[in-house]
Each structure stands twice: as C-alpha cells, then as structure tokens.
Nanobody, 126 residues
Framework: QVQLAESGGGSVQAGGSLRLSCAAS????????MGWFRQAPGKEREGVAG???????TYIDSVKGRFTISKDNTKSVLHLQMNSLKLEDTGMYYC????????????????????WGQGTQVTVSS
C-alpha cells in the first residue's frame, strides 16, 4: 500500500522560508509523477508544483521563482522549498503520487493522482 507522509509545515512570517518533505513508500518512486498541492480555507485544492520521472518540473505562476520541487531518489523523499513566502501561501499542503499517464503539468492541473498524504499546515503571517 502506498503511503505518503508530509512534514515541515509551520508558522512563518511573510518573506520567510519553509521546506516541506514527503516521505514516500511503495510508490515506484523513481518513475512516479509526484506533486504538491495546497488548500486554503473555503477554497478548492490547487496544484502548486509537480515533478515527473525524468525530473521535469511544473509550477503554478504564483510560486514560480519562489518555490522549488525536488526528489531525493535515494531516500524516496519529495521536497518543496518555499522562499519569499506570502500571506496567500497559507494553507494545508499535500503531496500526491501516481503514474505518469500524462504530462506532469496536466496531471497537476487536473489533480490526477491516486495517492495522497494527510497534509501539513503552512501559515504565513504579516
């Protein structure tokens, strides 16, 4: 059974940084497509970033240049480095994994992943 466990969330002031991690097990890690998503209160879950089995990445426009997604294949851990955090980055962050049945950009846009973690809260304050 695939298991995903996020960590690294917390409270930070605007302009600060956080690094999220997602430990993955039984996911065919090296070839899997994986992504980070977030959901703010009262809003739909949105894709933030994704990475495919070749290392190609995708980001939503609002985080480009500030967030970096990466995979540590030796440890089966997915990371999201978040810099220059803004108030609007607040939300519950989830990692997801699945098969690369389409481009990573399409998978992230459609939230088309069968496996999800429980989430880690990120709160950015002024």
């Amino acid at each position: 059974q695939v298991q995903l466990a996020e960590s690294g969330g917390g409270s930070v002031q605007a302009g600060g940084s956080l690094r999220l991690s997602c430990a993955a097990s039984r996911v065919g890690y090296g070839s899997a497509c994986m992504g980070w998503f977030r959901q703010a209160p009262g809003k739909e879950r949105e894709g933030v970033a994704g990475i495919d089995g070749t290392g190609s990445t995708t980001y939503i426009d609002s985080v480009k240049g500030r967030f970096t997604i990466s995979k540590d294949n030796t440890k089966s851990v997915l990371h999201l480095q978040m810099n220059s955090l803004k108030l609007e980055d607040t939300g519950m962050y989830y990692c997801a994994a699945g098969y690369c049945i389409d481009t990573i950009a399409t998978l992230v846009y459609r939230r088309d992943f069968p496996y999800w973690g429980q989430g880690t809260q990120v709160t950015v304050s002024s």
